[in-house]
Every structure is written in C-alpha cells, then in structure tokens.
C-alpha cells in the first residue's frame, strides 16, 4: 500500500487514494482504485494546463486572434469561433501571484487567469465600453487581464467537487460579471465573429462553457 501511495506523489492522489482504499483488503481491488485514482487525477485541470472552452449552446469554441476591435477598447477581439477547437481557441490557466504554481491543481477556490497561446494577452471584461452589439461589456484580450473564478453548473450532484475537472461546465466569473456568447455578429476587415460579452444578470445558457483539455 505504501509503495502505491508514494508512487505517485501529489496531494490529490494522496488523500484520494487513501480515502477510497479505507477498510479495503483485497488486492486486485487495490490495484483497481489505483488505477481509477490516477485516471481521475489525469482529468483535473493544472496551473499551466493548455484548455479549450466550448459554448455550450453553440458548440463554438472561446477563441482571439490578431484582430483588434475599430470600437471601445481597440484590443484584440475575443469571439466564438470553430465548432472544433483551432490555434485561436487556445488558453493557458495561469496563476496570479509571482508564486510559481505550474501543475498545481486547480480548485474552485483558486483564482486564475486565462492566457492565450497565439496572442500571450490575457481574457478581459472593460468595463468602460459596450460591446459591437450590444449595451453590455466588450470582452477582450489585454496585456494585463481579469483575475478569474469558475463556478461549477455541470449538475446538482457534482457542482460541490473541489477540483476542476475536464469535462466540467462551468461559467466564468469577474468580480460577479460573467462571460456569456449569443447569435449576434460583428464584422472588422470583411471577417464575421461571433460576439463574446460581460454582463451582471442572471445566469443563464448562453453563459455555460465545457472545458477541455487540449
């Protein structure tokens, strides 16, 4: 037992494994939760972990790209993009304090910033300017962008877990303004996207993401 635990040595394994092998004496079924135990581990999302996030009302992915808004905040537009994953629906989790917290697991206590892999700007509610279509928030790509938090809506029985997982649906939160996507388009340089926005209100479909692990 203790040549399994200290095999694979981090806190989640750990206490996981302890947790479920408890009161257990069978060999094979050991080796069984272990196995679940490390499968279960591969799906929780790291500092440093490179994700996708699919809307889950359109099945369009959060992406941006080298393309600033004409409007508002004039950084780079953040959209709605492939129903499969591309380069521009890219992000890295990463930490906000100097703390090097790399494959650290993330929990929905922590907060985070989402990085994008073609840009390196980080996701961005402006408050002080409307988005293409509406009265809302323009979301955008800055140098400098919004501490997250998730908030687990995948379903009444796992929306308690303390890991964040892949699979998971969850919306994304700044300081209570949440990310949401809706059929309306805007158009910069004859190029059509899908609009992305920051608004306060209920939450509701439109504002779902399924995270997954790229």
């Known amino acids: 037992m203790t040549l399994l635990i200290n095999s694979y040595p981090n806190y989640f394994f750990k206490s996981e494994f302890t947790k479920r092998v408890e009161g257990i004496n069978s060999v094979d079924e050991i080796f069984k939760i272990f196995s679940e135990v490390v499968f279960d ?9 490179l994700i996708a996030l699919k809307h889950v009302a359109t099945g369009k992915y959060l992406s941006s790209c080298n393309v600033n808004y004409i409007t508002g905040s004039k950084e780079r537009v953040v ?9 521009n629906a890219l992000w890295y989790v990463t930490c906000t304090t100097t703390t090097n917290h790399d494959y650290r697991h993330c929990t929905y206590d922590d907060r985070f910033y989402l990085t994008h892999k073609v840009t390196g700007n980080k996701l961005y509610i402006d408050l002080y300017y409307d988005s293409p279509t509406t009265s809302h928030f323009q979301v955008s790509c800055r140098s400098e962008g919004d501490s997250l938090k998730w908030i687990n809506t995948s379903n009444a029985t796992n929306n308690n877990a303390p890991y964040v997982k892949a699979k998971d649906v969850i919306t994304l939160n700044c300081d209570d303004y949440i990310f949401r996507s809706h059929d309306l388009t805007f158009t910069i340089r004859n190029k059509t996207f899908q609009e992305v926005f920051g608004h306060k209100e209920r939450i509701g479909g439109n504002d779902k993401w399924q995270i997954e692990i790229v």
């Open 41 to 49: 581990e591969s799906k929780i999302i790291k500092f440093g972990s």
């Open 79 to 87: 959209f709605a993009g492939e129903k499969l994953p591309d380069k």
